[in-house]
């Protein structure tokens, strides 16, 4: 069973807030992960982490900030909401192997909603 | 990057095997296959993975013929609760690791009762 959560599940804010969301895991890997989804569509990867202090843009730019001060803590920070961040961001975190990727695991996501 | 393409949907059958094809023909020496599975709302979930052959867990097994440009994923006697959307993903840690595997759009799985 995955160990990672992730919090709030859902949000309602309005223009100009500013907003973190928390993503924790308790299987001490180094790699973690935020992705980005709107309903029906691609994932897509807009911060990774190595480990602690490494923080990376992903492939799609994101107007929100990281930080990974603790191995288990990652959270993604909005500094000013807008309707455009409506959508769903998701969690996620790997070990380092030494073949193929090693299995991603997922915290249920949180579903912001900006007015 | 491997780029992936696989059918954007699919309906079957409760009870029925589901095969859905992966190809990838720009796959590297070193990059693995890996199958997820994400429902509404959730985050996708692994499946399987495999390099060549033919790799069987639980849940499903994975065919990867020899020149790997392809994979299929069968799912045995699928019920209403496989209904999901699957992804096919290539890649491996020698090729960056996850921060160079895409998820595309994946194939949305409708079993019907």
């Known amino acids: 069973e995955a160990d990672i959560y992730q919090t709030p599940r859902y949000l309602v804010i309005g223009t100009g807030k500013k907003i973190t969301l928390e993503c924790s895991q308790t299987?001490?890997?180094?790699?973690m992960y935020w992705y980005q989804q709107d309903p029906g569509m691609e994932l897509h990867l807009i911060h990774y982490?190595?480990?602690?202090?490494?923080?990376e843009k992903g492939d799609l730019s994101s107007e929100s900030t990281v930080s990974r001060i603790r191995t288990e803590h990652f959270p993604l920070t909005l500094e000013s909401a807008r309707p455009s961040h409506t959508s769903q961001y998701l969690c996620?975190?790997?070990?380092?192997?030494?073949?193929?990727?090693?299995?991603?695991?997922f915290g249920e996501g949180s579903r912001l909603t900006v007015l | 990057l491997a780029k992936t393409t696989q059918p954007i949907s699919m309906d079957s059958y409760e009870g029925q095997e589901v095969n859905i094809t992966c190809s990838h023909n720009?796959?590297?020496?070193?990059?693995?296959i890996t199958w997820y599975q994400q429902f509404p709302s959730q985050g996708p979930r692994f499946i399987i993975q495999?390099?060549?052959t033919k790799v069987t867990n639980e849940v499903a097994s994975l065919f990867i013929p020899a020149d790997r440009k392809s994979s299929t994923l069968s799912l045995p006697r699928v019920s209403l609760s496989d209904t999901a959307v699957y992804y096919c993903?290539?890649?491996?840690?020698?090729?960056?690791?996850?921060?160079?595997?895409?998820f595309g759009t994946g194939t949305k799985l409708q079993v019907i009762p």
């Open positions: 996620a975190s790997s070990e380092s192997v030494g073949v193929g990727t090693g299995e991603l695991f």
């Open positions: 299987m001490g890997h180094d790699k």
């Open positions: 982490s190595y480990g602690v202090n490494s923080t």
């Open positions: 720009n796959i590297a020496t070193n990059d693995y």
């Open positions: 495999g390099y060549k």
């Open positions: 993903l290539v890649g491996g840690e020698y090729s960056g690791g996850y921060q160079k595997v895409t």
